[in-house]
């Protein structure tokens, strides 16, 4: 997936249940972002990262926080999960016209 | 308004023909512009980028008009493997905004 990975694949969450949704570089790149993906919406951002400690709001970032500890690592967390929170979660890694997204995380929450 | 709007679609074509897809985008402070493909059920994988001068890469012609703030994908002798959905995306800043996507059904 050429260089990001995202875990979990899949996840089940119940209402007001929280979780961390993980994504992984193998690159040194320094731009990082969150979308989801709905059916009709297309990709919304959530929250993007445009290097190491940053971090910044996108278009739908309410009900989310993330994390960018290193360069590697970016993570979105939702505290209590909502059934609008039903997603497919994408990570993307860029540098300039270098873009690749990692394979998704669908989440269902109940 | 959408910062990126595309026509849905879906565009039923037989194999062969060409087609065209536009998007506009509303900023125009926009710096770089690019067309993704996604198949069903999987990542968007980037297609090709967009230059103000047009450019080619084999069957897809990708152009980009600033003037009116739109940027056009062509693809010639569709094939049956061209079926997906095509994104476009515009770059400012530090984001990325993508369009909703444009379905595309080639049909033997």
């Known amino acids: 997936n050429a260089g990001v990975t995202q875990t979990p694949k899949f996840q089940v969450l119940k209402t007001g249940q929280s979780m961390t949704l993980q994504c992984a570089q193998d690159m040194n790149h320094n731009s990082m972002y969150w979308y989801r993906q709905d059916p009709g919406m297309g990709l919304r951002l959530i929250y993007y990262?445009?290097?190491?400690?940053?971090?910044d709001k996108g278009e739908v970032p309410n009900g989310y926080n993330v994390s960018r500890l290193n360069k590697r690592e970016f993570s979105l967390r939702l505290e209590s999960a909502a059934p609008s929170q039903t997603s497919v979660y994408f990570c993307?890694?860029?540098?300039?016209?270098?873009?690749?997204f990692g394979p998704g995380t669908r989440l269902l929450v109940l | 308004r959408k910062e990126v709007e595309q026509d849905p679609g879906p565009f039923n074509v037989p194999e062969g023909a060409t087609v065209a897809f536009n998007c506009t985008y509303s900023?125009?402070?926009?710096?770089?512009f690019f067309w993704y493909r996604q198949d069903c059920r999987k990542e968007p994988k980037l297609l090709m980028s967009v230059y103000s001068s047009g450019n080619e890469d084999g069957r897809f012609t990708a152009q980009l008009n600033r003037a009116s703030q739109y940027i056009s994908l062509l693809i010639r002798d569709s094939k049956l493997s061209d079926s997906a959905t095509y994104l476009c995306?515009?770059?400012?800043?530090?984001?990325?905004?993508f369009g909703a996507g444009t379905i595309l059904r080639v049909k033997s």
């Open positions: 993307l890694r860029q540098r300039g016209e270098t873009q690749y």
């Open positions: 990262s445009a290097s190491e400690g940053t971090t």
């Open positions: 995306v515009v770059a400012g800043g530090n984001k990325l905004v």
């Open positions: 900023n125009s402070a926009s710096q770089s």
